[in-house]
């Protein structure tokens, strides 16, 4: 059971270059998170999703865009990389209803120079 | 005023002490709150669910005080693996989208 898996683990990009990182999940969960945390920071949401072909936005969706075509899948794209998007990306999932806990992948960390 | 709030710390201890950190909230009604444990660089690990009656587990005692409003976290005869950073959640509102606000976290460092 491997759960939330985000991939790449690490990349480096260049200003104005754009990427998608790739998130899945083998839980079955309808409701998955974007999140950025930067260094001693706490965690902020960027985007979100309730079920396959729904998404919202989150605190920080400035310069990021998502898709949810499947249950599994929710890929997060950067389309003009800036300095300002550093920071290391979690995706989490969750099942459906309040009060559950999210469950997270192990994180991107993006450096964008 | 934030809706969750805790203090960042650090909380430095010894080997074998007791340490309890505090979470405070605002505007919920929920029944459910999550401690996660983070370590430097890792992804949140959740380490317990937190209800009305309060949860156990091993050297980990979570408990809820709605009264005045906050969550906390005991954990006894600490060891230098629990040096971490302990973050406090709440879901987000009453509408169901199983969004979770987090706190800042607060850094936990056990000294042999």
């Known amino acids: 059971n491997a759960g939330v898996t985000q991939t790449p683990k690490f990349r480096i990009l260049k200003i104005g270059q754009s990427m998608t990182l790739q998130c899945t999940q083998d839980?079955?969960?309808?409701?998955m998170y974007w999140y950025r945390q930067d260094p001693g920071m706490g965690l902020k949401l960027i985007y979100y999703?309730?079920?396959?072909?729904?998404?919202d936005k989150g605190e920080v969706p400035n310069g990021y865009n998502v898709s949810r075509s499947t249950t599994e899948d929710f890929p997060l794209r950067l389309e003009l990389a800036a300095p300002s998007q550093t920071s290391v990306y979690f995706c989490?999932?969750?099942?459906?209803?309040?009060?559950?806990?999210?469950?997270f992948g192990d994180g991107t960390r993006l450096s964008i120079l | 005023r934030k809706e969750v709030e805790q203090d960042p710390g650090p909380f430095n201890v010894p080997e074998g002490a007791t340490v309890a950190f505090n979470c405070t909230y605002s505007?919920?009604?929920?029944?459910?709150f999550f401690w996660y444990r983070q370590d430097c660089r890792k992804e949140p690990k959740l380490l317990m669910s937190?209800?009305?009656s309060g949860n156990e587990d091993g050297r980990f005692t979570a408990q809820l005080n709605r009264a005045s409003q906050y969550i906390s976290l005991l954990i006894r005869d600490s060891k230098l693996s629990d040096s971490a950073t302990y973050l406090c959640?709440?879901?987000?509102?009453?509408?169901?989208?199983?969004?979770?606000?987090f706190g800042q976290g607060t850094t936990l460092q056990v000294k042999p």
């Open positions: 989490a999932s969750t099942a459906l209803g309040q009060g559950q806990p999210q469950h």
């Open positions: 839980m079955n969960h309808n409701y």
């Open positions: 999703s309730v079920g396959a072909g729904i998404t």
């Open positions: 505007n919920s009604a929920s029944q459910s």
């Open positions: 937190v209800y009305s």
């Open positions: 959640a709440k879901p987000h509102g009453s509408s169901n989208t199983g969004k979770l606000i």
